[in-house]
């Protein structure tokens, strides 16, 4: 009589990963690239090592922060608050994206 041994199936977060599409076809890293390992890398707890996987990790987290605080909090200056946010973000995203391509510095 065959027994079957139970198998114990470990899958991390890097299993799920999507691949990124225009680094695939084109060969070209996109400005999103690094985002999800960045994040993975945040919720272990290494955030030496999500920073510089994806330098616009931590102001795409203020800014997530601030919008579902808002919901529950009302601030008086939100709407500044959130145009700072969300354009130091774009920023982060930009300048990070152009020192990796080599184009700044």
Do not use: W
């Amino acid at each position: 009589m065959m027994y079957l041994q139970p198998t114990i199936f470990f899958l991390s977060a890097n299993d799920y990963m999507l691949p990124c599409l225009n680094k695939k076809f084109f060969g070209v890293e996109c400005p999103g690239c690094g985002i999800q390992r960045s994040a993975h890398l945040l919720l272990q707890g290494e955030f030496l090592e999500a920073l510089k996987m994806y330098p616009a990790i931590y102001p795409i987290v203020s800014l997530l922060f601030f919008l579902i605080l808002n919901i529950f909090v009302k601030f008086k200056f939100a709407d500044q608050i959130k145009l700072i946010l969300m354009l130091t973000t774009a920023g982060a995203i930009i300048v990070s994206y152009l020192i990796k391509m080599n184009i700044l510095f």
